[in-house]
């Protein structure tokens, strides 16, 4: 498989990292192999430990997130390798806005006395400093989910590292397209691929990039132990989708701000959560630390809950649905789920731009919010 060429933009990365050898005859791309087990004395023994797939996505994620990759059969199934890790009793320190399955399992392992889970506003560096005084983990998320806060990931770095923490950077919403946690000085990346990297909302599958390619490798027995191993069709699948992730996040992103904005001046919307609109409280960090403030957004409604289901019902073409990241445009109101913290705002409704015309997602939204 060819190497990650420091010369290639991220664009040429997501077309070429992760492929076959080129020889005549020979596949341009890894195939599928449906098999769980494999002739003794070679280079794979059981699928569970890994395959030919899941070595192609990891050299791929890994190129593009300058570290070493782990993959995994969820993104849930990644976080919880994580917490895995964790001493017991050791302090974990989190966002108190994160995402739902994540936030739920730490709240689990804290109530058993697994974890000590110390919640915080990730935005607010001088609580991160004081609840990271003796931490094993620090959790961040950026931009958050689904309130779409940005936290500073290199002060917050310097910070787990002052305490001897491992910081643990969930990179889902902003895509290596946008940041490379690692360069800011995360120790591991974590990403739900079943989200913008698989992006056409057919396949679950996540993934751990570790900065220190000792604790990847040590990672992979455990991820054998778990029973957290991708499939051979969704490691095809990631990849596949991966080929297309420069094209589709550019564009959704541009639809995003163009939605983002008009929006904010419609009369039926309180507020727009999104850190490329000048007066989001992100804005100034995203601009000097993110190429892009990403394809979500969140809106709150001026007519509350009532207001934000009425939208859900009445799309026609923006789809009301869970996850993100799909090629299709998804919505829905975050507080349907009974899980979903209380702190999020009852009347929350996020939004994942997918790669649909502008002008026909926000006619849509249009004839939705009527009358307001």
């Given at each position: 498989?060819?190497?990650?060429?420091?010369?290639?933009?991220?664009?040429?990365?997501?077309?070429?990292?992760?492929?076959?050898?080129?020889e005549?005859?020979?596949?341009?791309?890894?195939?599928?192999?449906a098999?769980?087990?494999?002739?003794?004395?070679?280079?794979?023994?059981?699928?569970?430990?890994?395959?030919?797939g899941?070595?192609?996505?990891?050299?791929?994620?890994?190129?593009?997130?300058?570290?070493?990759?782990?993959?995994?059969?969820?993104?849930?199934?990644?976080?919880?390798?994580?917490?895995d890790?964790?001493?017991?009793?050791?302090v974990?320190?989190?966002?108190?806005?994160?995402?739902?399955?994540v936030?739920?399992?730490?709240?689990?392992?804290?109530?058993?006395?697994?974890?000590?889970l110390?919640?915080?506003?990730?935005?607010?560096?001088?609580a991160?400093?004081?609840?990271?005084?003796?931490?094993?983990?620090?959790?961040?998320?950026?931009?958050?989910?689904?309130?779409?806060?940005i936290?500073?990931?290199?002060?917050?770095?310097?910070?787990?590292?002052?305490?001897?923490?491992?910081?643990?950077?969930?990179?889902?919403?902003?895509?290596?397209l946008?940041?490379?946690?690692?360069?800011?000085?995360a120790?591991?990346?974590?990403?739900?691929?079943?989200?913008?990297?698989?992006?056409?909302?057919?396949?679950?599958?996540?993934?751990?990039?570790?900065?220190?390619?000792d604790?990847?490798?040590?990672?992979?027995?455990?991820?054998?132990l778990?029973?957290?191993?991708?499939?051979?069709?969704?490691?095809?699948?990631?990849?596949r989708?991966?080929?297309?992730?420069?094209?589709?996040?550019?564009?959704?992103?541009?639809?995003?701000?163009?939605?983002?904005?008009?929006?904010?001046?419609?009369?039926?919307?309180?507020?727009v959560?999104?850190?490329?609109?000048?007066?989001?409280?992100?804005?100034?960090?995203?601009?000097r630390?993110m190429?892009?403030?990403g394809?979500?957004?969140?809106?709150?409604?001026?007519?509350?809950?009532?207001?934000?289901?009425?939208?859900?019902?009445?799309?026609?073409?923006?789809?009301?649905a869970?996850?993100?990241?799909?090629?299709?445009?998804?919505?829905?109101?975050?507080?349907?789920?009974?899980?979903?913290?209380?702190?999020?705002?009852?009347?929350?409704?996020?939004?994942?731009?997918?790669i649909?015309?502008?002008e026909?997602?926000?006619?849509?939204?249009?004839?939705?919010?009527?009358?307001?």
């Open positions: 498989m060819p190497t990650d060429d420091p010369t290639w933009s991220v664009d040429t990365a997501v077309v070429h990292l992760g492929r076959p050898p080129r005549p005859g020979h596949p341009l791309n890894v195939p599928i192999e098999v769980s087990t494999y002739h003794a004395g070679g280079d794979f023994e059981y699928a569970r430990d890994g395959t030919r899941s070595q192609a996505l990891e050299q791929a994620l890994g190129g593009l997130e300058g570290g070493h990759a782990v993959s995994f059969a969820s993104g849930m199934a990644a976080a919880s390798a994580l917490f890790t964790v001493t017991t009793g050791g974990v320190v989190a966002p108190r806005h994160a995402y739902t399955g936030s739920v399992r730490a709240r689990q392992l804290d109530q058993a006395g697994r974890i000590a110390r919640a915080i506003d990730i935005t607010d560096t001088d991160v400093a004081d609840a990271a005084r003796g931490a094993s983990m620090v959790w961040v998320e950026s931009p958050t989910n689904p309130m779409l806060e936290a500073d990931l290199a002060t917050i770095a310097e910070i787990a590292r002052a305490n001897k923490a491992i910081l643990v950077c969930d990179n889902t919403f902003a895509t290596p946008a940041q490379r946690p690692i360069e800011s000085g120790d591991v990346v974590l990403h739900s691929a079943t989200k913008m990297i698989g992006g056409h909302s057919d396949l679950l599958a996540g993934a751990l990039v570790f900065a220190d390619p604790a990847a490798a040590e990672m992979v027995p455990r991820r054998t778990l029973g957290g191993f991708p499939g051979a069709l969704e490691c095809y699948l990631a990849l989708g991966l080929r297309t992730l420069a094209l589709r996040w550019r564009h959704a992103q541009s639809s995003a701000q163009i939605l983002a904005e008009r929006l904010a001046t419609h009369p039926a919307i309180a507020k959560r999104y850190p490329g609109l000048p007066d989001d409280p992100g804005y100034d960090l995203a601009q630390t190429a892009g403030p394809t979500i957004l969140a809106i709150e409604f001026v007519g509350g809950r009532s207001a934000a289901q009425a939208l859900s019902d009445r799309v026609r073409l923006w789809v009301h869970t996850s993100l990241g799909g090629v299709e445009s998804l919505l829905e109101r975050r507080r349907r789920w009974s899980l979903e913290s209380d702190l999020v705002p009852d009347d929350l409704v996020r939004m994942s731009v997918g649909e015309d502008v026909d997602l926000w006619a849509d939204l249009v004839a939705a919010l009527e009358p307001w």
